[in-house]
Structures are given as C-alpha cells and as structure tokens.
C-alpha cells in the first residue's frame, strides 16, 4: 500500500513538472521589418525623434468649430460608444475569470414528507452549503485569466482606433465642407461673369456684331455653370448630412469656418499644413508603440498564446473539491437536526474524448501561427500607409508652391487686361477669360490645400495620432 502511494505521488509530481511551461508568461516574438517606413529620399529626411503623432489633436487642429465638432462626435458616436461598452463587457468578464479560483457556494435546503402503509408521515429535511472548489494545478484558469486580460487591452485599442479614426473622418468632411464653399464662391462668380457676357453677347448680336451660334454657345456655358452650381450645393448637403451622422445628430447645417478669407486671391489659413513641423514622422519603433491596431494585433497574438496554453492544460488532470456544510435531521438523526459536514476530493485524467482535446490544442496552434503572420503583414501596411501619406505630402506641398505662383500670375494677366480694356487695347471677352482663369486657378490651389490636409491627416492617424 505504501509502494502504491509512493507511485500516485511520483506521478503527480512529474505531471506538475510536465505541464509547469503552462505557467509561462507571453513574450512577443515576432520580428517586425526593420524599415517599415521605407528607405525613399523624402521619408528618410523627415524621420526625427520628434513626431506629429506626439500633438494631441487639439494641438493638431486648431480651428475651435472643428475642435467642437470633433468633442461632440467624441461623446455621441454611436461606433465609439459601442467600444466603450465593449472594454466594460471584457472588464466583467476578466471580473469572473478572476473570480474562478474561488471556490462557488450554493444553499440548497431539502424536505420530504413520507409514509409507508399508512404509518404515520415520516418528515426529513437538510440545509446544507454545498461547496465546489476547482483546484487550478495545471493553470487551466490561470491562462484563460489571462487570455481575458489579452481580450480587454484588445477591446481597449478597438475604442482608441475607434477614436481616431472618427477624429480622422470629422477633419477630413469638414475641409471637404471648406472645400465646396470655395467652390461655390467661385462658381457663383463665375456665374455672374458669364452672365454679364452672355448680355454683352446678346447685345453685340442684336446690332448686328456676333452671330446667333456665338450667343448659344455663350447661353450654353452658363447653363453648365449653373448645373455645377447645383451639384456643388447637392455636395455640400450630402457632406453635411454624412457629419451629422458621425455626430449622431439629425441632419442640419454644419457651422464652419471660411478657409479663404474674403477679397484675397490666396489664402494663409491653412498653409501651416505645410509647416516642416508637421512633416516630422518619427522613428519606426516609435509608430509601433503609438498605432492601436498594431498593439491590437499584438494582443490577438497574446490571447492565442494563453489559449494555446489553456488548450495544453486539457491534456492534464482536473482536480476538484466538493463539499456539504448544514445541518439535516435525515439519515437516522432525530429532531432537531443534528450538525452535518462531508468533503470529498475528486481526479478526473482524460483518456478519450473523441480527439476533442487534441483538435482544441491543434487548431490553437494554427490560429496563434496565423496571427504572428496577419501582426507582421499590419506592420508593412502600417509602414505603407505612412509612406503613401509622406509621398502625398510632399506633392501636395510642391504643388501648392506652383498653385500659388499660378494665381498671382493670373491675378496680374487680369489686373493688366482690365487696364488695357480700360485703354482701349483689349476687349471686353479677354477681361472675362482672363478673369475666369484666374478663378480656375484658384479653384486648383484650393483642391491642392485640401489634398495637402486629407494627406497631413492621414500622416497623423497613420503614425498613431488622435489616440489622447
């Protein structure tokens, strides 16, 4: 008997030693690409220690209506609330994860009212507190713990991707929104221009100067203005409707700022787009400290690590404590009840379980390999992300030089024709075409400044920004 003993303890100590890597903590282990930014000209001479990413997006945007907009989209979204609620539902549930190594007790009183060939009812009863304690040897709980740690950092990444993003899209709808008033300032203009040359037309044809064709055609490109007039306002509703759901509010007018102050050919309100400041990216194990869904892709791995390990505890045997604390009058007591206690121990080994155990170790296995390879292929998209954002930025910034330049040309071509129509020299139809390219050229700085804020934004998030 003491032999056999000697035997059962052998065994159980050399299972705990067997099954102690269960205990084992995650350490990553994947390897990221070392350049995940790319080695291109422009991105190696903006890479500083320093980074936008580092600006809270307060600092980031400082126009106060849309430093609003952003605030109440923050507190309403409906996206965002959601994962706010998800962290609070992973939070319970590490709550009961923790609560596992407890032991669950349960008042379970019984009665029962009994007689055999008419004697007199026989009356037994029990109150007892029944008590079940699952002993974790082989960190079966311990590793689902925790997983379920993994799985609320997981739910916390969601919300600050969730975050950003939306910080992301209420930006970029905004200057869209500036974008179209421009637009529309310039298409209203250059509506009345048209219209001043259509009367000059129809005035030239009425004394006999211009043909019938000329006044048609001159009609017909007014008509096309007053179409595109149409559409930008139809744009400009659609915008702002598509912000008042990210604001979760009923559609209604949008208040914005102008992004082209009034009587000026070219504008300095955004050109701190530009700035160099706003060029710096950081270097690249700083980007993976900051972006949520390459941490979150990280905590997937560490929630399959813990339940590779969890998985790997089945294989091993559960241990279990049951027992009954009360009081009962069953059993040969007499009244009054009589005090009553049992504890019993009990091993369960598994031997077969229809390949069950196996195929959950096996298919753990897979899903941990194939999220080390999806984290790897976040971190290229990542580092890709950033450098379409840096080659964006750096077009956008040269382009706005040219624009730039554009407009003052025209704007001197036009304030030179008036002059000369003024003197006889010129007329009346080469002031509006002159005019008229002016306003296009100014349309193109203002489509080029807004490329130039959707690529600085883009640059922002994708390097980790609007998380705090």
């Not at 209506?65 to 590490?94: P, V, Y």
């Amino acid at each position: 008997m003491k032999r056999l003993s000697n035997i059962i303890v052998a065994a159980a100590v050399s299972m705990m030693l067997t099954g102690c890597g269960l205990y084992n903590k995650y350490e990553k282990t994947v390897q990221e690409p070392a350049d995940p930014f790319g080695t291109t000209q422009d991105i190696t001479s903006a890479t500083s220690e320093t980074s936008i990413a580092d600006m809270s997006w307060r600092e980031f945007f400082t126009d106060s209506q849309l430093q609003q907009l952003i605030e109440q989209a923050l507190a309403n979204n409906t996206d965002l609330n959601s994962a706010r609620i998800n962290i609070e539902k992973s939070q319970i549930s590490l709550r009961t994860k923790k609560l596992a190594f407890l032991p669950s007790l349960y008042f379970s009183p019984q009665g029962s009212l009994s007689s055999f060939d008419g004697a007199k009812a026989t009356k037994s009863y029990t109150l007892p507190l029944d008590i079940s304690w699952d002993i974790d040897v082989f960190g079966s709980m311990r590793n689902k713990k925790r997983a379920a740690q993994a799985a609320l950092l997981q739910a916390q990444m969601t919300e600050e991707s969730t975050r950003s993003n939306l910080i992301s899209n209420v930006a970029q709808q905004y200057f869209y929104l500036q974008l179209l008033d421009r637009e529309l300032d310039i298409l209203i203009q250059t509506d009345s221009l048209w219209k001043a040359s259509l009367d000059t037309e129809q005035a030239l044809y009425e004394n006999g100067q211009a043909y019938s064709t000329a006044v048609n055609q001159q009609e017909a490109s007014c008509l096309d203005v007053k179409l595109q007039i149409v559409a930008i306002k139809r744009a400009i509703r659609s915008t702002e409707n598509e912000l008042c759901t990210l604001l979760c509010i009923t559609p209604q007018h949008i208040e914005r700022s102008k992004w082209y102050p009034e009587n000026k050919y070219h504008s300095a309100a955004n050109k701190r787009l530009f700035e160099d400041r706003f060029m710096k990216i950081g270097v690249p194990a700083m980007m993976l400290e900051r972006r949520p869904d390459i941490r979150l892709a990280n905590y997937y791995i560490e929630e399959a690590f813990y339940n590779v390990q969890a998985a790997r505890a089945a294989f091993f045997p559960s241990i279990k404590l049951t027992g009954e604390l009360g009081w009962s009058n069953n059993g040969g007591f007499v009244n009054p009840a009589k005090f009553l206690w049992s504890v019993v121990g009990q091993l369960s080994q598994p031997i077969f379980a229809r390949g069950e155990i196996n195929a959950n170790y096996k298919i753990s296995k897979l899903t941990e390999e194939n999220l080390k390879k999806k984290y790897v292929q976040t971190v290229i998209d990542a580092g890709n992300e950033v450098n379409e954002a840096i080659a964006d930025c750096h077009a956008a910034r040269q382009n706005h030089e040219y624009y730039h330049r554009q407009v003052e040309v025209l704007h001197e071509a036009y304030i030179g024709t008036h002059e000369l129509m003024d003197n006889g020299k010129a007329q009346y139809l080469e002031v509006l075409t002159a005019q008229e390219s002016l306003l296009s050229a100014q349309l193109n700085e203002a489509t080029n400044m807004y490329s130039g804020a959707q690529a600085i934004i883009s640059l922002y998030i994708a390097l980790g920004g609007g998380t705090k």
